[in-house]
Structures are given as structure tokens and as C-alpha cells.
């Protein structure tokens, strides 16, 4: 019922910059937050960074100043930019919608969503 579209990844040299867009779609009337992971190789996915229907982000420490995410003002899209990109940023980066209500009259438990994700590569 919710479909959430990443884009804007891709390849870049270490020290460079990318912004990563997230689209939410569908049956949407209300949602804790929204939110990025990213899983690289090998590795379990972790936490990147959410911003709340309010605007409260939060950040990974590791992440704070390099890192900053941002909504539209229709609150259905949200930013990831990121700056001063390093190797090991490099990885598969997820868009998360959490504990999505979709209309005023649901009845069911708010349900949590995920994109597809999408590749981010930074070289060295």
C-alpha cells in the first residue's frame, strides 16, 4: 500500500557529493518518521539518519556533519546529502517509512516499509 522509490546514487570519487531522493507513495494519512539505513558489503544495515513528521532529525554520530537529511514541505519525500563522501560509505542506501498509518479510519497496526534500495560506490 506505501511504495517508496530511492534515486540519485551512483559513483563518485572520495570527497565528493551526493544527494539520494526518496519518494513515498500510495495510502498515506500518517507516519512516525522517515528514515535511511545503508548495508555494505558484508556487513548487517545500520542506521544512517531519520527526520520526524515535526522535522526532529537524528542522526548516526559517526555521520552528524558530513550527513544531512531533509523532507519536502508535502512531507512525502525526503533527502539524504551527503558530503565528503569516503570508501567506506560505500554501500546499498535504504529508504524506511516507519509505522505508517494509511487513512484516518484504519483499523490495523501501522506498518513499517522499505525501498529497494540503491548503490552508492565511492572510490578512493
Known amino acids: 500500500q506505501v511504495q517508496l522509490v530511492e534515486s540519485g546514487g551512483g559513483f563518485v570519487q572520495a570527497g565528493g557529493s551526493l544527494r539520494l531522493s526518496c519518494v513515498a507513495s500510495?495510502?498515506?494519512?500518517?507516519?512516525?518518521?522517515m528514515a535511511w539505513y545503508r548495508q555494505a558489503p558484508g556487513k548487517e544495515r545500520e542506521f544512517v539518519a531519520l527526520?520526524?513528521?515535526?522535522?526532529?532529525?537524528t542522526y548516526e554520530d559517526s555521520l552528524r556533519g558530513r550527513f544531512t537529511i531533509s523532507r519536502d514541505k508535502v512531507k512525502t519525500t525526503v533527502f539524504l546529502e551527503m558530503n565528503s563522501l569516503k570508501p567506506e560509505d560505500t554501500g546499498v542506501y535504504y529508504c524506511?517509512?516507519?509505522?505508517?498509518?494509511?487513512?484516518?479510519?484504519?483499523?490495523?497496526?501501522?506498518?513499517?516499509?522499505w525501498g529497494q534500495g540503491i548503490q552508492v560506490t565511492v572510490s578512493s
Open positions: 527526520i520526524t513528521g515535526a522535522g526532529r532529525t
Open positions: 524506511h517509512a516507519n509505522k505508517v498509518i494509511h487513512s484516518a479510519t484504519a483499523t490495523g497496526p501501522p506498518l513499517d516499509y
Open positions: 500510495g495510502s498515506i494519512f500518517q507516519m512516525n518518521y
